[in-house]
């Protein structure tokens, strides 16, 4: 009788918190009623019965779990259900990556914040923050082999090195076809992101953030003097004029925005063909605590002070860091606990203040 009921709430667990467990979690997360010798003799038989797998030498999960605990031991949850996730790139190493499925969850689209004459601008959301490093988007839209005749419509075309070819962002009905042609230029000094394209990804471009981007900061990418028709931005900065009456109407009209049927919210015109694609996401709008690669476990990252005892830190600090590169920042030294000097690095403003002081 004890067996069966042990044997429904092991196996509840793992499938709830989705990571490989330990006999002493099991035990903490039982409140130390059952002995951990009774516990184990449960997850043996359970082994046995094909009920449970042996994912390390002392951590067990269901069968039916096994390939979901590897995702959840190297990208928390939280980090999976919002969308980003990491991109490969050249030389074999990864960074973070915002999806096309997920770019609406974490930018808005609205009026510049350089001027009227700007018309729209691509914010962070207020419940967001972008680290230094990360692929915000890819510039998408239709592949042509002269930028000729999208230039006389208004050039949203990006030239990409590798092939020659040109990406326009704007399809033949005027209609945007990513985020990124909401980007605006504001000078090399207002700058947080940069166009850039990888050896390995040949023919796409994507825009990477240069530095941290804080929530509802615009971002800004350096088209280049020559777009404007410029040598230099000093030049453009010399003989630039406000753009006509008739033509900064005409902006200010395409940049209006209109209630959403759906969702009730209010998206520029420009943006309704993107809106569409993923009106109602509720996640848009969640503020979420921790935007960590790594989940908080036994085998990533650990609270010192709660969870492990001195004697286990060297074999704990081992699990943790054999999951993920030290020396690269992208999944290790901003996205989870040190385990060794317990330090906590996350993109809360609380912890930004406790890793200050």
Known sequence: MLYEALARVIGDMCVRLGVPLTLRAISLLLNNVIYEDVLEAACLRMLEEGKLIQVD??????RNMRFACRVNLLISREYQRLGMTLLHTDGGSEVRYIPASAEHRFFE????SIGAHAGLGLFVRSTRRVPQGCVLCEYRGRTLSSAASSA??????????SSGMFIDGISAAGEHLSLATFINDNGPLRANAQLMEYDTLSGRVFIVAVRDIAPSEEIFVLYGATYWGFSSYEELKQHWKPPSVPVAKAAAVLSEGSKCRRCGETVPWRALRLHSDVCGDPLTSMILLNLDCLPRSEYTAVCTAGRILAGERVR????ATSQVNLSDPQTLAHTCEDIVQDLEFCFTESGEKEESS
């Open 109 to 112: 689209v609205k009026r510049s």
């Open 316 to 319: 704990a600090f081992h699990k």
């Open 57 to 62: 030498k002392d951590s067990y999960t269901t």
């Open 152 to 161: 006389a419509k208004g050039v949203y075309v990006v030239r990409v090195r």
